[in-house]
C-alpha cells in the first residue's frame, strides 16, 4: 500500500459529502462578480465618473483596499474590476481554502475520524493529497468561471481568462499555506488561527510594499495577494508574475508533506504546553470560560473592524469629489439633497454593523461545536445548569458584538477627525453605530434561536445574513424593489447621521431580540444535547 491509497475514493466522499457548502461558495463568488460587472459599468457609464473613481484608487485607503492600481490613467472598466474586486475576491478565497483544508485535515485527526480511516486501507498521505485535489478543483472552478462571466459581459477574453487563473492559482496557494500550518499544531482551532494569522501577515506585507513605493516594492512582490495584480491584466500585460504561483505550491506542498512524515498522527510539530494545576483568579466561571476560549477571536475581529473604520473615515473628504463627477453614486448614499459626507459616513456604519452581526452568530455557534464535540456535556455533566452555560455563551456573543460595534463607530469618528479637524464626528459616529446595535445582535439572537430549538437550520443565519448584505451593497444600484430593500436586516433601523434617530423602531428591534434569546435558552434547556 502506498502513501496515497485511498486518495481518489477520499477526494469523491470529501466532494460529495461538502457538496453543498461548495457549491454556496462557487455561485457566491461567480454570482458577486455577474452582479459587480454589470453595476460597475452602469454606475460609473463615462470617462470623467471613472477617473474620478481612479483618483480615489490612487489614495491611501484606495491602495490598502485596491491595491498598486494599474490602469488608473484610463480607467476602463477592466482595470476597475481588477482593482477593486480583486481583493475582497482574494480573501474569500483565503477563508474557504483555510476552513475546507482544516476541516478535512486537521480536524479530521483531532476528531479521531482520521484514525480510524487510516486503520483501513487509506495511506499516510491520501487525507491531505485529497483535501488539496479538492480546493484547488474548487478554486479554479470558481476562477475559471468568474473569467468566463468577465469575458462573457465584452471584457477581453484573454485577459479575463487568465484574471480567473490567477484567482483560481490564489487561492490554491493560500490551501497549501493552510496545508503546512496543519502539522504544526494539533488543534484544529489553533491551526486555522496560524493559516489566518499567515494569510494577514501576506496581505499586510502587500499593503506596506504598494505604499512604499508606487507599482509595489520586494515587500509587496512577497505576498501572493500581489502577483495576480502585476500580471497588470487589462493594462500592459505581462504574464511572467502569474508562474510565481506554481511554484510557491508547489513548494509549499513538499513542505507540507515532509512535515506530516515527521510527526505522529494527531500531534503537532509544536508541543502542547501543560496547562497550569489551578484555573487562574480570571477563569472562575462559565461566562469566563467562554471568554477565553473566543478572546483570540475577539481580539482579532475587534482590531481589524477597528482599522477598517479608520480607513473608511478617511475618505471623508474624498466623497463630495466623486458625487460631483458622478451624481448616481448617491443612490448608495440616501437621500440626494443630505450632507454627502454624513451620508457616505452613515452607509460606512453599516459594514461595521454587519461585521458585528456576523460575529454575533459565529459566537453563538461556537456553543454549538463545544455540543457537538462533546465537550459541553462534561461541563454539563457538573454543577452546571443548561440555562447558565449557553446564557453565559449568549452573554460573550452580546458583549463581543458591542465591542465591535463600539470600536468601528469610534474608528469611523477618528478617521474623519483626522482629515476634517472636527472631532464632532467621533461622537456623532458613536451614535449613529449603537442606533444600530439590535440588528448586529439580532444575527446572534436568531442564531442563538435556531440553536436552541432546531440547530439543523443554521443555514438560515447565513442565507439572512448574506442576503442583507448583498440588498444594502447593491440593491438601490440594481433597483431591487422597495419591499425587497426592506427585508434586508439592515436597513429596517434609520440611519445617523443620514436619518434621524427614532426611539420607537429601535425598542421594537430590541425586544425582539430580547425574546429571540428567551426562547433560545428555553428550547435548550428542554432539547437533547447533540440533537440535530
Known sequence: MS??????????????????????????????????????????????????????????????????????????????????MTMSLLIALAVMSILHVIRHTRAEEESGRAELLRAG?????????????????????????????????????VDSLVYGLGLGLAGLTFGAITAVCAQLTEHGRAASGLAFLAVGVLFMARVVGDLAEEGGNALSWAS???????TRIFDDPRWWPMALYPLAIVLLFG???????????????????????????????????HLRQQRGAIIAWSVAVFLFAVSFGTLATEVEGMLEQNPDIVALLGDASADATAGFLSVMSGYVIMAAGAYAALSVLRARSEETAGRAEVVLATAVGRIRWYGAALAVSVLSATLIVVLGGLGIGVGAFAVTDDS????????????????????GALAALVVGVAPRLTSLVWVWLGYSVFATMLGA???????????????ILPRPPLDDFDVVPVAIASAAVVAAFAGALAGFRRRDLTTA
Do not use: K
Not at 460609473?44 to 492600481?69: D, H, I, K, N
Not at 501572493?224 to 502585476?230: G, K, L
Not at 464632532?424 to 444575527?443: C, D, K, N, R
Open 477 to 491: 444600484l440594481l433597483g431591487m424593489p422597495d419591499w425587497a430593500l426592506e427585508l434586508s436586516a439592515f436597513g
Open 224 to 230: 501572493p495577494f500581489a502577483w495576480v495584480q502585476q
Open 3 to 84: 502513501a496515497l491509497t485511498g486518495t481518489g475514493t477520499l477526494t469523491r466522499f470529501i466532494l460529495r459529502r461538502d457538496r453543498v457548502r461548495l457549491s454556496v461558495w462557487t455561485l457566491s463568488l461567480v454570482g458577486v462578480t455577474a452582479m459587480t460587472v454589470p453595476t460597475l459599468d452602469e454606475t460609473f457609464s463615462t470617462p470623467a465618473q471613472r477617473q474620478a473613481r481612479a483618483a480615489l484608487m490612487e489614495t491611501p485607503t484606495g491602495v490598502v483596499f485596491g491595491g498598486p492600481g494599474y490602469g488608473l490613467d484610463d480607467y476602463t472598466l477592466g482595470p476597475m474590476m481588477v482593482n477593486e
Open 255 to 289: 513542505v507540507a508533506y515532509a512535515l506530516a512524515g515527521r510527526r505522529d498522527l494527531g500531534a503537532g510539530l509544536i508541543p502542547g504546553r501543560p496547562g497550569p494545576a489551578a484555573a487562574g483568579p480570571l477563569l472562575n466561571g462559565v461566562l469566563a470560560l
Open 121 to 157: 486501507v487509506l495511506g499516510s498521505g491520501a487525507q491531505m493529497t485529497a483535501a488539496l485535489v479538492t480546493i484547488a478543483s474548487i478554486n479554479l472552478l470558481i476562477g475559471g468561471l468568474t473569467g468566463a462571466v468577465m469575458a462573457g459581459y465584452g471584457l477581453e477574453t
Open 424 to 443: 464632532s464626528w467621533i461622537g456623532t459616529m458613536l451614535e449613529a453605530v449603537l442606533s444600530q446595535l439590535p440588528m448586529a445582535l439580532a444575527f
